[in-house]
């Protein structure tokens, strides 16, 4: 019965997650901890998990199709995973309340992001440029310096400094939460790297499953993760973001969005009473 | 870096990926089949991961077995990308990318180190 309202959860989580470019982890911390009880910070292991689960699903196939930027990923993944290393020794050293203030901030700022851009279009159609990874690929010069060797068909990376220090932020973020940190990477990329919105958000996807495993270690050494919540948590997450993935283009973003906002700015009070009790 | 080793990175990276999730979700899959069919509710207190007895407690087709491996195999998933797109780079000769591979290991294993030397 609780191993099916888990799977459940999951699911849902995951499909929201996908519809709206989410990892679950938003969803998945407060249903375990609100809705089962779980402590803050086994909440947060299980999700890293369910979060790597996504994420290597996603990524598997934005690599195949090179939507994803494999260079600079793997460069700001050095920093993300460093973060997420010190984000994931903080974690056991915080009390619980503390997480769950952190963690309704977390929420109240993704609601706001989200309220903010409720009836715009997806950004996606405005700012892409290029396909990436297209057959052009084979005719691109050799790069030389280290900004256009990170840079793809189509666009060049700039300001790999603020991009370094934002990684390691998400990484911290990620690890404390139990969240993908995408919701940093990807404007990180998008706006301040020049990355079209497309690519940032494959290569985003590619970026979590490593940071979310270099704090999942830490988690999972400690006893920071209950495999029999995991189990069927990170199922249920699988199959909703599949679905969640396939039914994207079906569905109209705007409202879901809107009603996506009212669940979090709920789920942010819940933590905030959660945190201060 | 060539263009075409570019994308054989990419195209490897991507295929294990998949497979790695692939295989992490059907433990879990058979991990909880077996969890529902012992009997144990996911509210239960579970046994913490033990290397040493891990594959006798496979063989017993113990569902504790099948859940820490595949949550392992989960966590292997994105490590072992990195891992497969460093060679791929260190075969053409980028000495950069195959660096940042390495390091991303390092810290990982520091992660580990860090957490076995507080645990034990």
């Known amino acids: 019965m609780v191993a099916g309202l888990l799977m459940i959860g999951g699911a849902a989580a995951g499909v929201f997650g996908a519809l709206l470019g989410l990892g679950g982890g938003v969803l998945l911390v407060p249903m375990l901890t609100l809705g089962f009880g779980l402590p803050l910070r086994e909440a947060v292991g299980v999700s890293l998990i369910s979060v790597i689960v996504t994420s290597s699903a996603a990524a598997g196939v934005y690599l195949e199709r090179h939507v994803a930027n494999l260079r600079l990923g793997m460069t700001l993944e050095l920093f993300t995973a460093t973060g997420a290393l010190v984000g994931g020794s903080i974690a056991f050293l915080l009390d619980e309340q503390w997480l769950s203030l952190l963690f309704a901030g977390l929420l109240l700022y993704v609601a706001a992001t989200m309220a903010r851009s409720g009836f715009r279009p997806a950004p996606e159609e405005a700012t892409d440029t290029a396909a990436p990874g297209s057959d052009d690929e084979a005719e691109r010069d050799e790069p030389t310096s280290t900004l256009e060797r990170l840079s793809g068909p189509g666009y060049r990376v700039r300001r790999l400094g603020l991009g370094i220090v934002g990684a390691t932020v998400a990484g911290v973020v990620s690890a404390l939460l139990g969240i993908g940190g995408g919701i940093i990477k990807v404007p990180l990329m998008h706006l301040a790297m020049g990355v079209p919105f497309r690519v940032a958000t494959a290569t985003s996807n590619m970026m979590i499953g490593i940071t979310a495993a270099a704090s999942a270690v830490t988690y999972l050494i400690r006893g920071g993760i209950d495999p029999y919540v995991a189990g069927p948590t990170g199922i249920g997450v699988f199959l909703g973001a599949t679905a969640g993935s396939r039914l994207a283009h079906r569905v109209d973003l705007r409202y879901l969005r809107l009603l996506f906002v009212v669940v979090l700015v709920y789920l942010a009070i819940q933590m905030l009473s959660r945190g201060l009790a | ?120």
């Not at chain 2, 996911?42 to 504790?64: F, K, V």
């Not at chain 2, 859940?67 to 072992?80: H, N, T, Y």
């Not at chain 2, 940042?100 to 810290?107: E, L, Y």
């Open chain 2, 1 to 120: 870096m060539t263009a075409s080793h570019a994308a054989v990175a990419e195209r490897l990276s991507g295929r294990l990926l998949i497979a790695f999730t692939y295989v992490s979700v059907g433990l879990l899959v058979i991990g909880v089949v077996l969890m529902i069919a012992n009997g144990i509710s996911p509210l239960d207190p579970s046994p913490g991961l033990d290397l040493a007895t891990l594959g006798s407690s496979l063989l017993a087709l113990e569902p504790i077995a099948f859940l820490w491996l595949g949550i392992l195999a989960v966590i292997a998933a994105p490590i072992g990308r990195v891992i497969v797109a460093g060679i791929v780079y260190a075969s053409d000769g980028d000495v950069t990318m195959v660096v940042i591979s390495i390091a991303i290991v390092v810290v990982i294993a520091i992660g580990v180190g860090s957490a076995i030397a507080v645990t034990f």
